[in-house]
């Protein structure tokens, strides 16, 4: 069955660089969230989109943005990478009132 | 507002013994869901199992099984005969039932189960 894809899987950058983390949700899901897990941490939920529309908001710094497209393929924007940004990236999608099934996840490392 | 309270942090056990991993939660709303997940060290988070706030049938699926309680806001996942295989991060988490989709997952903070051979 098909499954949820983030690209890349790792991203090193340097501190005040800019990321774009890609999520391709599972065909005809209609929701994708973002989370971002620190180290040792629980998942946090950063931002989510519903029907290609902004649906809940999370704790996304300013610093980052998202969207969703037509295609239904979702974009972290991450600018000013600051080192506490370094974290595993989490894109999961759901067919509205079910499950949330997550990506592999993309590592990203702020040097 | 929701939260979900995951007081084991650890928990080591001989390979073949049972482990009951705890979750307890909070929520106002009278509708919604628990969900297991998983994560071994690879980083994968591995949706386990979800139950709907409706329905407090016990489940056991292989050598898993799931016992929800409502009286005591609880969601407790047991592992029978564990294996070194198991050993992994466990999430307990809950979102809430609306319309548009369900609310964004609150997680607890994970226990992580050491399996020994």
């Known amino acids: 069955a098909a499954g949820v894809i983030q690209s890349p899987r790792h991203l090193i950058k340097e501190k005040r660089e800019t990321a774009t983390l890609k999520c391709y949700p599972i065909?005809?899901?209609?929701?994708v969230y973002w989370y971002q897990q620190g180290p040792g941490q629980d998942p946090q939920f950063l931002i989510s989109?519903?029907?290609?529309?902004?649906?809940d908001k999370g704790s996304i710094p300013d610093r980052f943005s998202a969207q969703q497209f037509s295609d239904y393929h979702s974009e972290l924007n991450m600018s000013s990478l600051e080192l506490g940004d370094s974290a595993l990236y989490f894109c999961?999608?759901?067919?509205?009132?079910?499950?949330?099934?997550f990506g592999p996840g993309t590592r990203l490392l702020v040097l | 507002a929701q939260k979900v309270t995951q007081a084991q942090t650890e928990i080591s056990v001989v390979e073949k013994e049972d482990v009951t991993l705890d979750c307890v939660y909070e929520t106002r709303d009278t509708t919604y869901y628990l969900f297991w997940y998983k994560q071994p060290p690879s980083g994968e988070l591995v949706f386990l199992i979800r139950r709907n706030s409706f329905d407090e049938q016990n489940e056991i699926s292989g050598r898993y099984s799931w016992n929800f309680q409502k009286s005591t806001s609880s969601f407790n996942f047991t592992i029978t005969a564990s294996q070194v295989v198991d050993s992994a991060v466990y999430f307990c988490?809950?979102?809430?039932?609306?319309?548009?989709?369900?609310?964004?997952?609150?997680f607890g903070k994970g226990t992580r189960l050491s399996v020994i051979a």
């Open positions: 065909p005809r899901h209609d929701t």
């Open positions: 989109f519903y029907e290609k529309m902004q649906s």
């Open positions: 999961a999608s759901g067919p509205g009132q079910e499950t949330q099934y």
């Open positions: 988490a809950l979102s809430e039932l609306r319309n548009s989709g369900n609310t964004p997952l609150v």
